[in-house]
């Protein structure tokens, strides 16, 4: 009777045992599977924040080469009609929102025409790179992180394209880019409720995008896990912060 009482407790035991590694088990492949799904939801969410960002861009450089080889502006920079002139960058500025402010540049790089107005510091632009080498190249040339001037003054990318058709170049098409919608286009598609945003660095690893506005144009730390990106890696990671983990 006592053997058949000590295997029942040995039977019982290691029931009890099984139970609760398959219960670690359960919760292992439970945890899984979560982190799984998490990583495929915000890779998918990357993916779709960079199709946000190329399409502006393609977009923005688009209108402006469009407009650009347009002979009704040429022939309005010529003649020095300002009011047409004006005209047509109001037209590329409602014609596409991803648009902070337009300017047309003469072939010296004086100001022929801003929209929406604003007051400048300057009334000639021939000492910025986006339009040195746009003269130099007769391309169209996007800039790095950049302050603009003026009573609004903020951070902006700069795109910028030659107005010219065959061999008359007449001057230059600039367009800065709305980082503020972008970065709000950006942030609806994290979730809010579980600490989600976005971050988006320039090549040389300088934030250009980020919900704490102190940390634009600031240099991504040494470890962090989107210089990998800058390198050509890709993917979703798992890194410590202070509080939690995030993905």
């Known amino acids: 009777a006592k053997q058949k009482d000590r295997m029942i407790v040995f039977v019982g035991h290691g029931l009890v045992l099984l139970i609760f590694l398959s219960a670690i088990a359960l919760v292992r492949l439970i945890q899984a599977n979560t982190l799984s799904f998490v990583k495929e939801q915000m890779q998918n969410k990357v993916s779709y924040g960079k199709v946000v960002i190329e399409s502006a861009f393609k977009s923005m450089t688009q209108s402006l080469e469009s407009s650009a080889n347009n002979p009704a502006l040429i022939s309005a920079m010529q003649k020095n009609q300002k009011d047409m002139i004006t005209g047509v960058a109001r037209n590329i500025y409602e014609g596409n929102r991803n648009f ?13 025409a801003i929209y929406p107005p604003l007051a400048m510091q300057t009334s000639n632009f021939s000492q910025g790179d986006y339009f040195k080498e746009v003269v130099k190249t007769k391309k169209t040339y996007i800039s790095d992180l950049i302050p603009t001037t003026g009573s609004d003054s903020t951070n902006t990318i700069v795109l910028s394209t030659p107005i010219q058709v065959v061999a008359t170049f007449s001057g ?20 809010a409720s579980k600490q989600e945003y976005f971050t988006v660095a320039d090549r040389s690893g300088k934030r250009i995008l980020h ?37």
């Open 172 to 191: 230059v098409l600039v367009g800065s880019t709305d980082l503020d919608f972008l970065g709000v286009r950006l942030q609806q598609v994290a979730d």
């Open 211 to 247: 919900p704490t506005k102190s940390l634009i144009n600031t240099d991504l730390v040494s470890d962090a896990p989107m210089r990998e990106a800058l390198s050509g890696g890709k993917g979703v990671d798992i890194f410590d912060t202070s509080s939690a983990k995030v993905v």
């Open 100 to 112: 902070r402010r337009i300017l047309i540049l003469n072939e010296i790089g004086d100001l022929m």
